[in-house]
């Protein structure tokens, strides 16, 4: 009795009360959580085959974890190795260049700078021509773990493709670059 007292004023409080018999479990579970009638099942399996954004999403996720694995002993992410390279130039850049090089607004860029700012791998310092913008620039720390990191990506760059002699590489990468 106690329960059923509960659930009563489980479904009060949440302004079902008097919407479904106590015991009409399916009833309620359709009332807090409706089944599609407008959606069907054929069409979530049309997009799940046919999405590009899904698709490029899934393989995007695949690769990062792959990389992200293969990186670890030289103690960076594919992220943070994609940003140490984005900052690897002749000039140090300031931040809108490398922000749209790496697909990130600059609150996100800023976020991925503080830790490898704060291991010593980059450094972020006024523009002398512009004081209020920033220049991103490699110390020698982060142009030593860059190089050490270069063979690590280059191998599993190699087997990634290796193991993928039916794709056109060359074309993928020029399709990626068009929808970039």
Known sequence: ??????????????????????????????????????????????????????????????????????????????????????????????MGPVARLLAMDRTTLTAALKPLERRGLLRVEAHPADRRSRRLGLTEAGHALLLDALPIWKRTHADLEAGLPELDVEGLRASLRALA
């Open 1 to 94: 009795m106690e329960r059923a007292s509960r659930l009563g004023e489980g479904l009060r409080l949440a302004g079902l009360a008097g919407t479904a018999p106590a015991l009409d479990i399916k009833g309620l579970y359709q009332h807090i959580w409706p089944v599609s009638k407008t959606v069907p099942f054929e069409t979530t399996l049309e997009v799940r085959d046919t999405c590009l954004c899904l698709q490029a999403q899934r393989a995007a996720r695949a690769l990062a974890r792959r990389f992200d694995e293969a990186l670890r002993p030289a103690g960076l992410t594919n992220q943070q190795f994609s940003l140490l390279m984005a900052l690897n130039r002749p000039e140090p850049p300031t």
